[in-house]
């Protein structure tokens, strides 16, 4: 099994651009996350969802949009880039059967710069 | 949300056991407690969790205190690759299962 894959590794983004970070799991994993790490920081959650066709929002939405109409794929949108969306964005998946015991497989990560 | 106090650094040497101390004096009583660490320029990975008891497996043992308000994760025999930083998280019915992420502890080890 592959895991959790993240494409692109990479990405330098100018002011006002959009783009979509692709997450994607091969463990049929209900649950899936976006998270986004700062320099020197811990993981803060953006979006979640328990399942294809519904997502929730996590601690910092704001300028990001997800959908889920797979169980494999999570996919990420930004739109308007701006420079405080400079970040380390992770996926990980979990299943979620049983809540606190469950852990998450988290992908490699998108280092990610706003111009 | 119940949180967890952990020093930002420690040190340790190669091969020699590391103890990897958090205060969790607001858990509740439903709340798991897991630790996950992040290796250089990669993305965490779950290490191990407990609830009462102390928990060990292939990576490392959990001490978990007896009324629960700390706990310490032990790395039996340091190596170079276990640098990393290293997350305290509770996580179970009060936080939907999700993991809050705090800032952790670096751990460093010395040849």
């Known amino acids: 099994n592959a895991g959790v894959t993240q494409t692109p590794k990479f990405r330098i983004l100018k002011i006002g651009q959009s783009m979509t970070l692709q997450c994607t799991q091969d463990?049929?994993?209900?649950?899936m996350y976006w998270y986004r790490q700062d320099p020197g920081m811990g993981l803060k959650l953006i979006y979640y969802s328990v399942g294809a066709g519904i997502t929730d929002k996590g601690e910092v939405p704001n300028g990001y949009n997800v959908s889920r109409s797979t169980t494999e794929d999570f996919p990420l949108r930004l739109e308007l880039a701006a420079p405080s969306q400079t970040s380390v964005y992770f996926c990980?998946?979990?299943?979620?059967?049983?809540?606190?015991?469950?852990?998450?497989?988290f992908g490699p990560g998108t280092r990610l710069t706003v111009l | 949300d119940a949180k967890t106090t952990q020093p930002n650094s420690m040190e340790s040497n190669e091969e020699e056991p590391v103890h990897l101390p958090c205060n969790h004096s607001t858990i509740s009583g439903t709340d798991y407690i897991h630790w996950y660490r992040q290796l250089p320029s990669q993305g965490p990975e779950y290490v191990i969790h407990g609830l009462t008891s102390n928990v060990n497996n292939r990576m490392a043992s959990l001490a978990i205190a007896e009324d629960r308000k700390s706990s310490t994760l032990i790395l039996h025999r340091a190596t170079l690759r276990d640098a990393a930083v290293y997350y305290c998280i509770l996580t179970g019915d009060n936080q939907g299962g999700k993991l809050i992420f705090g800032q952790g502890t670096e751990l460093s080890v010395k040849p």
């Open positions: 463990m049929n994993h209900n649950y």
């Open positions: 990980a998946s979990s299943s979620s059967h049983r809540t606190g015991v469950d852990t998450q497989y």
